[in-house]
């Protein structure tokens, strides 16, 4: 995700690579896009950036009127039209995790391109905010946030300030872990700076930050006696928390590169190689409050979340290819026009043998379905051995017993008796 250093590399970058050069006609928009349009056209506007903190500022001005203006048509070469001169405007951008401004060709726009700014030239480029997760926002005639406090990285000293008047505040009453992420104080520490600022002065994550700071008004003041140069040596040498909230940002914009350098480089190398804890093999993490995941080394501090090791060891269950073993119930068997095959289906499922029911092998199938009739076969001869005053009618039980009648009669009866009786 995008911190403080990679949008002040970032603005350093629009300004670099937009330097001398004039943009021209609308702004377009992305419709895939949910953020606002901006309405915003100019025969000829410059580009300019700024950071503070999490927010970089585009802003877009057309150029002064020229004096050789063709009045009666509907825009100038100044960029003025009918209803007056395009005013100057200001782009606020929030990164969210994936955005980033590219100077393209503009015949071949990258993918998740969402909004682009053309340059006069032929042929013409394209300057993009791209962001393919889309999580980016921007604000048409925006401001920096005021709920965001100074920038750590531009604005020190207020910085420091903010946060040492205002320990009182209830942010401060979470671990310092959670509190580093807090833009009110911290704006441009991200995830990955708190683990590396923790990790270098072996703080635990989840001490309470209120405990961390305070210390840090009492801290002593260095003598008046020592000369510039060991006062900043000694800073050197013994930095606390607000100090590497400024000076480890500072590392990585002095680093360059993170995709914003003029030529191609091994910028993801670099930083990995910078990386001190930030997962790193060997370190360990948890989840904080607010479900981010925090890296460091040693104890987690006393208000490390409880349960967190419960809730990974229910996850790992859930992992868990193999389900739970079925509880053993009596099975219904199957019908089959097999009989044996039906039993040997009950015999796997329940996991009882019964002596007669199984099948002894296939020499004896034949014997077997021989001896035993299948399901069916038994209704058919239960329904046929059933009492014929439940399914025949009236008549033809009368009949049938009469007959049954005249068969017993018939063995010992004449034969001039018989043919009579039939």
Not at 162 to 191: T, W, Y
Not at 289 to 306: D, L, S, V, Y
């Amino acid at each position: 995700m995008p911190e403080g250093p990679e949008l002040h590399l970032a603005s350093c970058y629009i300004n670099t690579v937009c330097a001398g050069l004039i943009f021209s006609g609308k702004v377009e928009k992305s419709e895939v896009s949910k953020n606002p349009e901006v309405l915003f056209e100019s025969d000829a506007y410059l580009i300019s950036a700024t950071s503070r903190g999490k927010e970089i500022k585009l802003t877009l001005v057309p150029l002064k009127e020229e004096k050789n203006t063709l009045p009666g048509r509907g825009r100038d070469r100044a960029g003025q039209s009918q209803n007056g001169p395009q005013q100057p405007m200001d782009l606020v951008f929030r990164f969210g995790m994936s955005g980033s401004f590219k100077l393209t060709s503009g015949a071949e726009l990258p993918k998740h391109a969402h909004l682009r700014f053309y340059t006069k030239e032929s042929p013409c480029r394209a300057l993009c905010f791209v962001d393919f997760r889309r999580f980016g926002r921007w604000e048409v005639n925006g401001m920096w946030q005021p709920d965001r406090g100074p920038c750590v990285m531009l604005e020190y000293e207020k910085f420091r300030e903010n946060v040492l008047r205002n320990l009182s505040d209830k942010a401060f009453n979470k671990p310092i872990c959670e509190a580093l992420l807090n833009q009110k104080f911290f704006n441009g520490i991200g995830n990955y700076l708190r683990a590396e600022i923790l990790y270098r002065l072996k703080i635990p994550p989840f001490e309470k930050a209120r405990t961390v700071l305070e210390a840090l008004q009492h801290r002593k003041q260095q003598s008046p006696d020592l000369t510039l140069s060991k006062k900043v040596k000694l800073k050197r040498e013994n930095p606390d928390l607000l100090e590497l909230c400024h000076a480890v940002p500072m590392e990585v914009i002095h680093m360059g590169g993170k995709g914003y350098g003029l030529e191609p480089s091994d910028d993801a190398a670099a930083f990995e190689e910078w990386l001190q804890c930030y997962y790193v093999p060997g370190m360990r993490s948890l989840r904080d409050g607010n479900g981010r995941t925090i890296w460091f080394q040693g104890e987690p501090g006393p208000m490390a979340p409880k349960g967190e090791k419960s809730r990974k060891r229910r996850s790992q269950v859930n992992a868990d290819p193999e389900p739970p073993s079925p509880k053993v119930t009596k099975p219904v068997p199957k019908r089959s026009s097999k009989g044996s095959t039906s039993q040997e289906k009950v015999a796997k499922q329940s996991g009882k043998k019964k002596g007669k029911d199984l099948v002894q092998g296939a020499e004896n199938d034949k014997a077997n379905e021989a001896r035993k009739p299948n399901t069916r076969s038994r209704r058919k001869a239960s329904a046929s051995q059933e009492s014929p005053t439940s399914e025949a009618p009236a008549a033809d039980r009368k009949r049938q017993a009469s007959a049954r009648r005249s068969k017993g009669a018939a063995a010992t009866a004449p034969r001039s008796r018989r043919v009579k009786a039939e």
